[in-house]
């Protein structure tokens, strides 16, 4: 009795251990031609199957555990957020690098065209009051683009009665005068202000591109989440189911 026992307990392992290659081998072959790729073939679309060896009908099992896909709205969310977190998430590792490296290129592209239009204005304003005259305190923009067009401020008002803007007038009382010593100190005040006012208009373009870049780097998280849970769906799992009298019997569960 105890012989017809052990080898009774051998061939079920033996049995249990080809299940088990058997099935291996048709999981890690899928991208191979053969009849392991046929088999998955046939498979598709099929409801979920179990096999599993049990020596008693009713004997208890320890649940299978199974790790769930990443979340489509949390990677999305986190990508959207943080470029390149969303894709880390998904389990992508080389998509996470490329978003999070442009969007440290472009908040760096952003903070050098800032910083380059700052040197540029305070280089223009330096200028004007050396060269000028010009008051800077309680100037806007606007009034150094119209100091470039005229030697002075006279001449700038002379300008505006005969376009009847008196709108635009400034007052002669000293606190927006200007005289330009000479034309050669206009024509570099005029380059340095362009120059400075074309660094802010692309750090305002860097912006959008980083924009973008949250929106791409949200999207593609999202197409990577949902790549996983397609790859979820067609799954190999292995749990263990106790016996009464002692001893362990292992199950397969495939799904495609």
């Known amino acids: 009795m105890l012989l017809d026992r052990f080898y009774t307990s051998n061939v ?19 991208e191979d031609d053969g009849p392991a790729n046929s088999a998955r073939c046939l498979l598709k679309n099929q409801p979920r199957f179990h096999v599993g060896l049990l020596a008693e009908p009713n004997s208890p099992s320890i649940p299978i555990q199974s790790v769930s896909p990443p979340s489509k709205a949390r990677a999305f969310l986190l990508s959207l957020a943080l470029p390149g977190s969303g ?48 008051t800077i305190r309680g100037k806007d923009h606007d009034y150094f683009v119209n100091i470039e067009k005229y ?60 924009v973008l870049n949250h929106l791409v780097s949200g999207i593609d998280a999202l197409r990577l989440a949902r790549e996983a849970e397609k790859r979820h769906q067609s799954v190999v799992r292995i749990g263990v189911a106790g016996l009464p009298n002692g001893g362990a019997v292992m199950t397969l569960q495939a799904r495609f």
């Not at 392992?13 to 899928?30: K, N, T």
């Not at 440290?104 to 005259?133: N, P």
């Not at 401020?153 to 803007?165: D, G, K, T, V, W």
């Not at 005040?189 to 373009?205: G, H, P, Y």
């Open 151 to 210: 030697d002075n401020i006279r001449a700038y008002n002379h300008a505006m009665l005969q376009e009847r803007n008196v709108a635009a007038l400034y007052p002669e009382d000293g606190s927006y005068d200007w005289d330009w010593d000479n034309d050669a100190s206009r024509s570099r005040f005029r380059e340095l202000r362009i120059a400075s006012d074309n660094a802010f208009n692309r750090s305002i373009f860097v912006i959008g591109g980083i």
């Open 12 to 30: 079920e392992r033996w049995f249990v251990a080809m299940l088990l290659v058997s099935f291996s081998s048709l999981l890690f072959s899928a």
């Open 87 to 134: 894709e880390y998430y998904a389990g992508s590792k080389k998509m996470a690098k490329i978003f999070f490296c442009a969007e440290t290129a472009l908040w760096a592209a952003f903070a050098s065209f800032r910083i380059y239009g700052s040197w540029k204005e305070q280089d223009y304003q330096h200028t004007a009051v050396s060269h000028a005259g010009v």
